[in-house]
């Protein structure tokens, strides 16, 4: 579900809020004075917090070279908190003004692209990445590490295979910048439902599943929809219910038991006999056309469910593993 969140950071809220002091490894993103106001910070909100930063600012070996306006040089280590700050400002809901983020990206030393890709990315980050490069900038540090890509800018697949090998990433749309918050709040909320540990590892991309998300918009409302047309699967095993629901749905995604024979890799056979099976248990509704729609919502909505039930388990699993590690 998406939770608006003024200073904590749940499932799609914005780094927003918080103290502008110290590094809080454990939180991760840019935190800045005050509780954030839902209409938004003033330009001398923002500045205050980057002047915080402004003492003991230095250089390092090594300098970024993303955005750099022209005789702007700072390095790594200097650039750190006003990254963070323009990549707060960046994913606020709602949108900062032009006259904020310019300023901000001024004080970063990083020119603001058009468009951008937000990236969620499930954590734990690695350690050791850098926070920006050619076309990119990260926040890697607490619970939602995610990357924004500049548009134009480097293909997100490739830019992630390099800095996440085989990590679980969902990209989002490429919006206007004052957008790039809309953006990564859908791909975090795709990513709580797409990560799943039988599937390879690699971007997800919420422009090819804007059903799902749609759907779990309201997570009571989905399970109500559920509940109403999927119940009488609940009195079967479950796994006899999951594979019956798994061949509904390519069935009426498909149109024919061969089809979907091909799709689930069975037997023609097989899946006539669960069709069958399925109309002794939904009876006449399952073939009429004003019910098509519903079911097949009903069965994304019960595939969604399941897939967030696993990528909550392959989560906390983590957890337990990185505790162990410590």
């Known amino acids: ?92 809901e709602p949108a900062q003004g032009e006259a904020i983020l310019l300023d901000l990206a001024r004080r970063a030393g990083w020119r603001l692209p058009p468009r951008l890709h937000a990236v969620a990315a499930a954590p734990p980050a690695p350690a050791g990445l850098p926070r920006c490069g050619p076309g990119w900038l990260a926040e890697w540090g607490g619970a939602q590490p995610y990357v924004l890509i500049a548009q134009p800018g480097p293909e997100p697949a490739g830019l992630l295979d390099r800095l996440l090998p085989g990590r679980p990433v969902v990209v989002g749309p490429a919006l206007a910048r004052e957008q790039a918050g809309t953006s990564l709040r859908w791909a975090r909320t795709l990513l709580s439902l797409a990560v799943d540990p039988a599937r390879p590892a690699g971007p997800v991309y919420v422009d090819d599943h804007l059903p799902a998300l749609l759907l779990a918009q309201d997570e009571t409302l989905l399970l109500q929809l559920v509940r ?15 594979r019956l629901a798994e061949t509904l749905l390519a069935w009426f995604e498909s149109g024919s038991a061969a089809q979907t024979a091909r799709l689930l890799h069975v037997h023609p056979q097989t899946v006539r006999y669960r069709i069958r099976q399925a109309e002794r248990i939904f009876g006449r509704e399952l073939k009429e056309p004003r019910h098509r729609l519903e079911f097949v919502l009903a069965l994304n909505g019960l595939r969604l469910t399941a897939r967030a039930r696993r990528s909550r388990a392959a989560a906390a699993l983590r957890r337990s593993r990185g505790h162990r590690s410590a």
Do not use: I, N, Y
């Open 228 to 242: 109403r047309r999927l119940g009488p699967l609940s009195a079967l095993p479950p796994a006899q219910a999951e």
């Open 1 to 92: 579900m998406v939770r608006q969140s003024s200073g904590t950071a749940g499932v799609g809220a914005p780094l927003c809020g918080g103290a502008a002091r110290g590094a809080a490894a454990d939180d991760g993103g840019a935190r800045l004075p005050g509780q954030q106001r839902r209409k938004g910070r003033t330009l001398t909100d923002w500045s205050a917090a980057d002047r915080t930063f402004e003492h003991g600012r230095g250089t390092t070996e090594g300098e970024e070279t993303f955005g750099h306006a022209p005789g702007e040089q700072h390095g790594t280590l200097g650039r750190s908190r006003p990254l963070s700050l323009l990549a707060a400002a960046l994913t606020c």
